[in-house]
């Protein structure tokens, strides 16, 4: 059987490592492998749809979804996951608890981003709403971030953006926004002590919100090129099947206490303190093992204004991918 040469953009991941080394094969499948940030592989899928399979925005995707435009079909392999409380860094001089952010200014490289979706949920379990603030869209370290994707914003919400000259880090920093909600850290962050995270210990934070309400929340998805699926309708198991067998590689990996595969101390103990908050499959693939995450991001984009409708998860994903032989 000739096996289909489709190019594979993903980031460089422990749990993506063995499906890039060829450890472990995607049936079916010869790659032509990119490791990218996610920037641009979001930004090359959404604007020209570049690749074959790849990693993609969970917000960007929700809104494609609603739309009925999405040129990718979703597979339920989580890519990316974070507690996004250690997203959110303020003027410390301003800013001492969720409530002092109300009517003051948010820079997000974004509006729609994911991280920033789950931070806007965070904030409105503590009485802050997104029209309670005033937004600044600009780039994180760079001039001129435009949205990956066309939105458009409830009239209730107000959004600005940076000025041509300014960067959202370089206006953290003089005090010209007040706080800043993105995926990575501005880089006036340790640098000027006037900024830091809004909670004082942003981990215990999450931790403590994750016993209350079982969420881990999901960044990225993957996803296949639909006019390929349709051709090719074994496609989607197939990427499935292989990114759980890539992330089990990863996990067995990081059990291995005869030398460290992570250059961290202490790694075998954070993966047990994680199993013990968490659960042994603390970073679960698969629909039905996410279902309450799911719904809650998919209602959170909603309220949001994201996405056009309520979408369900089961839109998101392919159904092969929904269950697996047994023996």
Partial sequence: MTKLRLSLAVGNYDRTRA?????????????????????EI????????????????????????AQGASPYVGIPAFLSRAFRHTSIVVRRDRIAAPADLKGKRIGVPEYQLTACVWARAILAEQGVLP????????????????????ISFPSSVKIESAPGDKSLSQMLAAGEIDAVIAPRLP??????????????????????????????????????????????????????????SAKAVALDELTDTSATKVTLPFVEEQLARARALMGRDFWSY?????????????????????SSRLVSPEELFHPSTFEAYKI
Wanted: glycine share 8%.
């Fill in 19 to 39: 499906l890039v080394d060829g450890r472990v094969q995607i049936d079916g499948v010869d790659p032509v492998v990119h490791l990218l940030s996610p920037e």
């Fill in 131 to 150: 029209e309670d603030v005033i937004w600044v869209r600009g780039g994180l370290e760079e001039l001129g971030r435009p949205e990956k994707i066309t």
């Fill in 286 to 306: 698969g629909l039905q093992e996410n279902l309450p995450t799911l719904i809650a991001f998919l209602e959170a984009h909603h309220k949001q204004g994201l």
């Fill in 42 to 65: 979001f930004f090359r899928a959404f604007r020209s749809e570049d690749f074959d399979i790849c990693e993609l925005s969970m917000s960007s995707f929700t809104v494609k979804t």
């Fill in 187 to 244: 880089s006036c962050f340790g640098a000027d002590a006037t900024v830091g995270w809004l909670y004082d210990d942003p981990i215990a934070e999450a931790s403590a919100w994750f016993e209350r309400t079982g969420i881990f929340p999901i960044m990225h998805i993957v996803g296949i090129r639909r006019a390929l699926v349709d051709e090719h309708p074994w496609l989607p198991m197939s990427v499935f099947k292989a990114l759980n």
